[in-house]
């Protein structure tokens, strides 16, 4: 029978001996301690490689509609249109779990997170922001500010909390939760399942969208979903594995709702801007840029604040008596 | 049942020894947050639907929201008109009309129709431009003068600005026209905009 007054590992629950390794006022078993601050190069190169690899299929998707004439109609289209929501979600998520297995790494709850995204953008997300607030209603009629102030007080929290509520009650208190890297790891495929959600009921309930605009959003938001991710990812991770105030979880949800809302306001504002009374022309490529340029600023600065976390934590541990 | 009988138990409540009073602090601020943010959302929201009012006419097939405390009139030969009665000393205008249109109906016959009328009606109606706003709205801004028919009341006239929007839709043209006053016509101009983008038909 346990000990009451024994310490243990906060990520596998052993009990410890009389002097555990400690990291703050939390404390780790022989092997936990060594992981915390370890890295999982594959989250960023899987991340670099859709970077890349999303305007190619962009622009393959342009080529084929607009060139070749490649357009579904009839009871083609919604299938078709489906079938390209899904397909950067799903690039994304091979990558990572391809890039996971090539370096040995566990992926246990991969399938688990990404699903479980997708079914609280259907189950709550989605009916919340269109039924409970009705955004549709009022928010793109409204002004500047108002426009402003709904994304990064309605949409961007409901987002960002689903993603939080997924990671938290899903794998944050298991042994598969092991570093810091493993919030974003985690936070960022539950994005790329939600917003991939997301997209198949725009599919869905338009009866199904253009090819080449409808994969301007569908990328867009998987790549903007997953930059906020990241912000909420990093907190995530330091949250479980840390000693840190009980502020910091919520501002860094805060945070990631703040980017997600400001990349929901800002491509809805270059797009109405182009479409706006005085203007004669459309261009769905500045909203997407920005994506990818929130998305780019978001995980590179992430990388870097683990990096420098990481390298103190591990030199902390190695002058540890 | 005892402690060592009630293994998943005795999981949980381990699991619940490595959770701090700081956890759970952080897990009730979050929530709190978040619903704090939320709220602030639903009020917003609950401004902006009482700020416009609906309006929707079955027999034509339009529905849009006009700005609260505006004067609407449906009686004309339009679907609707409201009008800023606070506007001083010209009435900022919102108005609605449907014009049959054939298939051979461009919508330069909708606008050169409209420029006749008004010419013969409003003082130095003049066309300022036409443009195709997007692919299915096409703007046309004018300008007249606006006098009061009685002579002996100290008044100077206005300029007003007006911009028609006009779409075809069908057998039919929908014509969505803002007035107002020069030196307000830019304040009120994106008030229009949303006026616009509510409109459904």
């Known amino acids: 029978m346990l000990d009451e007054l024994d310490p243990l590992c906060v990520v596998c629950h052993r009990p410890l001996g009389l002097a555990p390794a400690t990291l703050g006022e939390r404390t780790y078993c022989e092997d936990h301690i060594e992981k915390v601050a370890q890295d999982r190069s594959s989250l960023w190169r899987a991340t670099t490689l859709q970077l890349v690899v999303l305007p190619i299929m962009l622009l393959a998707v342009l080529i084929g509609s607009q060139s070749l004439g490649l357009r579904p109609t009839g009871n083609l289209r919604v299938p078709v249109s489906m079938a390209l929501a899904v397909l950067p979600g799903l690039s994304w998520l091979v990558t990572l779990y391809l890039q996971e297995l090539l370096t040995g790494e566990a992926t246990r709850f991969l399938a688990t997170v990404v699903v479980s995204g997708a079914l609280v953008a259907s189950a709550v997300g989605l009916p919340f922001l269109e039924r409970v607030a009705d955004i ?50 985690y936070a960022v495929a539950t994005a790329v399942g939600y917003a991939t959600m997301l997209n198949v009921q725009l599919a869905v309930r338009s009866g199904g969208f253009d090819p080449a605009s409808g994969m301007f959003r569908v990328i867009g938001d998987v790549v903007g979903h997953a930059g906020a991710a990241a912000v909420l990812g990093y907190f995530l991770g330091r949250h479980r594995l840390e000693s840190l105030p009980p502020w910091t979880l919520p501002t860094g949800l805060m945070l990631a709702a703040f980017a997600d809302g400001i990349l929901v306001y800002s491509r809805a504002e270059i797009n109405r801007t182009s479409l706006g009374l005085a203007r004669d022309a459309f261009s769905p490529w500045p909203g997407l840029l920005f994506s990818f340029i929130l998305a780019g600023i978001s995980f590179t600065a992430i990388y870097g604040l683990l990096r420098r976390i990481n390298a103190l934590t591990q030199a902390q541990l190695q002058t540890a008596p | 049942m005892t402690f060592r009988d009630d293994p998943i138990g005795q999981r949980r409540s381990v699991a619940a020894r490595t959770i701090s009073r700081s956890d759970r602090y952080a897990s009730i601020l979050t929530l709190a947050v978040t619903a704090l943010a939320l709220t602030l959302g639903l009020l917003l929201r609950q401004s902006q639907v009482s ?12 529905q849009t929201r006009y700005p609260s405390g505006w004067l609407l009139d449906t009686d004309g030969d339009y679907v609707m008109r409201v009008r800023d009665e606070a506007a001083r000393p010209f009435k900022t205008t919102y108005l609605i009309r449907v014009v049959p249109a054939s298939p051979q109906t461009s919508v330069r016959n909708v606008l050169d129709n409209l420029t006749l009328q008004r010419s013969s009606e409003r003082a130095a ?77």
């Open chain 1, 136 to 185: 549709q209603s009022w928010l793109p009629n409204g002004s500047l500010t108002v426009r402003f102030l709904g994304n990064i007080l309605l949409v961007g929290p409901t987002h960002m909390f689903l993603v939080y509520g997924v990671v938290r009650y899903t794998v944050m208190r298991t042994n598969a939760f092991e570093r810091r890297v493993d919030g974003i790891f």
């Open chain 2, 125 to 201: 109606y003049q066309v300022l431009s036409i443009q195709e706003a997007s692919e299915t709205v096409t703007r046309m801004d004018f300008a007249f003068v606006d006098t009061d028919p009685n002579p002996f009341l100290e008044r100077l006239p206005v300029v007003v600005l007006g911009t028609d929007l006009v779409i075809l839709d069908g057998d039919r043209a929908i014509v969505v026209t803002m007035m107002a006053a020069e030196d307000v016509y830019t304040r009120e101009f994106p008030r229009f905009q949303r006026f616009f983008a509510a409109l459904s038909f």
């Open chain 2, 51 to 62: 700020s416009t009012v609906p309006f929707v006419d079955r027999t034509a097939g339009v």
